[in-house]
């Protein structure tokens, strides 16, 4: 199983940015998946997730300014994040989660002040 984390970058407070999660060596459509982020210091916590159903949960930090979709065609989880700050600053983890759970490599997002 591979989750291949793209789309982090460097951008300035109130910018945006696109992560999108690449899934290969499993059922994609059976698992939920999941964002998570990480920031220096701090442990990981969940930014969003959404459910092999289409349910979606946020975490109240994203609530409002950012979206998780997927599309099961091409195996793949997004996250639209708006309205960045720099508290935002971390590195961003997809996750795959069913009976196993699986993670991916990271991606950092970088918001400058």
């Not at 300035?12 to 059922?27: E, H």
């Not at 939920?32 to 930090?61: C, H």
């Not at 950012?66 to 935002?88: C, G, H, W």
């Not at 996750?95 to 759970?101: E, W």
Request: aromatic share 12%.
């Amino acid at each position: 199983v591979q989750l291949q984390a793209s789309g982090g970058g460097l951008v300035q407070t109130g910018g945006s940015l696109r992560l999108s999660c690449a899934a290969s060596g499993l059922i994609f459509s059976s698992y939920n998946m999941g964002w998570y982020r990480q920031a220096p210091g701090k442990q990981r916590e969940l930014v969003a997730e959404i459910t092999n159903g289409g349910f979606t949960n946020y975490a109240d930090s994203a609530k409002g300014r950012f979206a998780i979709s997927r599309d099961n065609a091409k195996n793949t989880v997004y996250l639209q994040m708006n309205s960045l700050q720099p508290e935002d600053t971390a590195v961003y983890y997809c996750n795959a989660r069913s009976v196993f759970t699986y993670w991916g490599q990271g991606t950092q997002v970088t918001v400058s002040s």
